[in-house]
């Protein structure tokens, strides 16, 4: 008899929650009513109203939610809002994720927690692999406050997991698609890029390091592991488990730029702007992903360029509007 499944997503109305939201919605067509997908969080969306910082707000939400398994996205996700509201970034990002996981220990024990945490955890680990994808085994160095607050929410979902929570942990690295925001590298450039096609911009695009490699996914193939995570049966060894959700091909920056100049069909000159850079950059920052492929057959699926003229198109539909 197929088991039901009553998904609790926190943190749903974001950008990977509404991608995520999507594709639960896609496998509920597959599985009919044995599929349930509830939403918590501060959104007026949300099926239940919850400050995630707030203990008793959390406790009474799992109590009443009864979930099969949390989905936990709830962050201060942009590492530039981290390191401008660290307190807030620390209630939410760790203090929110203990109060989740205990309240599942107490009032929801069987039920699996996908626990959403950051390669940005690694930080300086990735100038000891010296350019190498790096492993789940490598130490958790953050050298940023959003780095910091994942990591730190990382080792007590580990920790609670020897205690007997259900945990699966993933450690995504960066993803971007439609609907992402300009805080992030890609749709910043996109936007640039589309308000020059529509008339609205001079054909001048501003950037800041471009030098840096980073390993790109497609927020549609990060959505699908969690939503595997979340469904599927897995083995005992899965659960207490940490995997990297990455390509494993680091890609400049530039390059990036380069291919979404080309999608736009635009003569632009690059213009660095200094309020862009960073204090100390990763040079190269990739996952090995053959953990997550081994345990759940995950991969990426989705090519590159495609989330890039995918992004480039809905900037297009943005500011046409």
Same mark, same amino acid.
């Given at each position: 008899?197929?088991?039901?499944?009553?998904?609790?997503?926190?943190?749903?109305?974001?950008?990977?929650?509404?991608?995520?939201?999507?594709?639960?919605?896609?496998?509920?067509?597959?599985?009919?009513?044995?599929?349930?997908?509830?939403?918590?969080? @501060?959104?007026?969306?949300?099926?239940?109203?919850?400050?995630?910082?707030?203990?008793? &707000?959390?406790?009474?939400? $799992?109590?009443?939610?009864?979930?099969?398994? $949390?989905?936990?996205?709830?962050?201060?996700?942009?590492?530039?809002?981290?390191?401008?509201?660290? &307190?807030?970034?620390?209630?939410?990002?760790? @203090?929110?994720?203990?109060?989740?996981?205990?309240?599942?220990?107490?009032?929801?024990?069987?039920?699996?927690?996908?626990?959403?945490?950051?390669?940005?955890?690694?930080?300086?680990?990735?100038?000891?692999?010296?350019?190498?994808?790096?492993?789940?085994?490598?130490?958790?160095?953050?050298?940023?406050?959003?780095?910091?607050?994942?990591?730190?929410?990382?080792?007590?979902?580990?920790?609670?997991?020897?205690?007997?929570?259900?945990?699966?942990?993933?450690?995504?690295?960066?993803?971007?698609?439609?609907? @992402?925001?300009?805080?992030?590298?890609?749709?910043?450039?996109?936007? @640039?890029?589309?308000?020059?096609?529509?008339?609205?911009?001079?054909?001048?695009?501003?950037?800041?390091?471009?030098?840096?490699?980073?390993?790109?996914?497609?927020?549609?193939?990060?959505?699908?592991?969690?939503?595997?995570?979340?469904?599927?049966?897995?083995?005992?060894?899965?659960?207490?488990?940490?995997?990297?959700?990455?390509?494993?091909?680091?890609? &400049?920056?530039?390059?990036?730029?380069?291919?979404?100049?080309?999608?736009?069909?635009?003569?632009?000159?690059?213009?660095?702007?200094?309020?862009?850079?960073?204090?100390?950059?990763?040079?190269?920052?990739?996952?090995?992903?053959?953990?997550?492929?081994?345990?759940?057959?995950?991969?990426?699926?989705?090519?590159?360029?495609?989330?890039?003229?995918?992004?480039?198109?809905?900037?297009?539909?943005?500011?046409?509007?």
């Amino acid at each position: 008899m197929p088991r039901e499944h009553r998904i609790l997503v926190t943190g749903a109305s974001g950008f990977v929650g509404s991608w995520l939201l999507h594709e639960l919605n896609k496998r509920r067509l597959e599985l009919g009513t044995e599929l349930t997908v509830l939403t918590a969080g @501060q959104s007026d969306v949300s099926d239940w109203k919850t400050e995630i910082a707030d203990r008793e &707000q959390v406790a009474t939400l $799992i109590r009443d939610c009864r979930p099969t398994t $949390i989905i936990h996205l709830a962050a201060i996700a942009a590492p530039g809002d981290a390191r401008k509201m660290p &307190q807030r970034a620390w209630d939410v990002n760790f @203090q929110g994720t203990m109060n989740l996981a205990y309240a599942v220990m107490e009032y929801a024990p069987e039920a699996r927690f996908v626990f959403v945490g950051s390669s940005e955890a690694y930080g300086a680990s990735f100038v000891d692999a010296a350019k190498v994808p790096i492993k789940e085994t490598a130490a958790l160095k953050p050298m940023n406050v959003y780095g910091a607050t994942k990591a730190a929410a990382d080792i007590l979902i580990g920790q609670l997991a020897y205690d007997g929570l259900k945990a699966i942990r993933f450690r995504p690295f960066n993803h971007t698609g439609p609907g @992402q925001t300009v805080d992030y590298v890609v749709p910043a450039f996109a936007k @640039q890029l589309a308000e020059i096609v529509s008339g609205v911009g001079v054909p001048r695009i501003s950037v800041g390091n471009l030098s840096a490699y980073r390993d790109f996914l497609d927020v549609r193939d990060v959505v699908r592991a969690y939503a595997d995570a979340a469904l599927n049966d897995v083995t005992s060894e899965v659960l207490g488990g940490v995997f990297n959700l990455s390509s494993g091909r680091p890609v &400049q920056i530039r390059s990036i730029l380069d291919m979404l100049i080309e999608l736009s069909g635009s003569d632009v000159d690059v213009e660095v702007d200094p309020k862009r850079l960073r204090g100390s950059e990763i040079a190269v920052a990739a996952g090995d992903n053959k953990a997550a492929f081994e345990a759940l057959g995950w991969k990426p699926e989705i090519d590159l360029r495609r989330t890039l003229g995918d992004v480039f198109e809905d900037w297009k539909i943005r500011i046409a509007r």
